[in-house]
Every structure is written in C-alpha cells, then in structure tokens.
C-alpha cells in the first residue's frame, strides 16, 4: 500500500490551498483517513481525521478554516485550507488505516505548505 501526497505550495496568508492523498496497491477497506503537520522544530501534530463513515474531528487551531474530505471510489483524502496563516506552515502528511489482508497504518511522503507574505 502507498500513499502519494499532493497540492502543496507557498501561499500568501489568508490564501487556500487543496491538499489530496490517494492510495494505491492491494486494498481492500479503508478506514480512519488523516492528515498530521509537522513544522521544523516541532512535533508531529493531528490536523483532522475522517472515519469511514463520514465523521470528522479537528485540532482546535485549524477548526472552521480546515475541511477534510474523502473519495472512497479513488481511495483519496483531501484536505481543503481556507484562511492560511503563517503558522500553518509546515510539511504535511496523509494517513491511513488500511485492510489489505492485515491491518496497518500507512503515511504518505509529506508534502511542504508554507504560508509568506
């Protein structure tokens, strides 16, 4: 199983951005999909998660900016970022639990956000 983080960038503050992850290989269910940030120096943080029936939760500091979406007929998660500030800067990663004979959690390869003037 892979995971293949896309839609990052550089954007001015209050600007968007789409982030997509699409899994691939031998899949037979997805489960809880997720997005984690990472700034430099930092620890890795939960952004938002989508369980597979829809729900989703997020960190305080992205709520009502942030919204996460999924695509089960192309195994991809999205992220949507509206009203980007500075500290939103970060590498991005996409997660997955996944059933493909045994369960696992897989990341994809981070994608960089950074939000300048």
């Known amino acids: 199983v892979q995971l293949q983080a896309s839609g990052g960038g550089l954007v001015h503050p209050g600007g968007s951005l789409r982030l997509s992850c699409a899994a691939s290989?031998?899949?037979?269910?997805?489960?809880?999909m997720s997005w984690y940030r990472q700034a430099q120096g930092k620890q890795r943080e939960l952004v938002a998660v989508i369980t597979s029936g829809g729900s989703s939760n997020y960190a305080d500091s992205v709520k009502d900016r942030f919204t996460i979406s999924r695509d089960d007929a192309k195994n991809t998660v999205y992220l949507q970022m509206n009203s980007l500030k500075p500290e939103d800067t970060a590498v991005y990663y996409c997660s997955a639990v996944v059933y493909s004979g045994t369960y696992g959690r897989y990341w994809g390869q981070g994608t960089q956000v950074t939000v300048s003037s």
């Open positions: 290989g031998s899949i037979f269910s997805i489960y809880d």
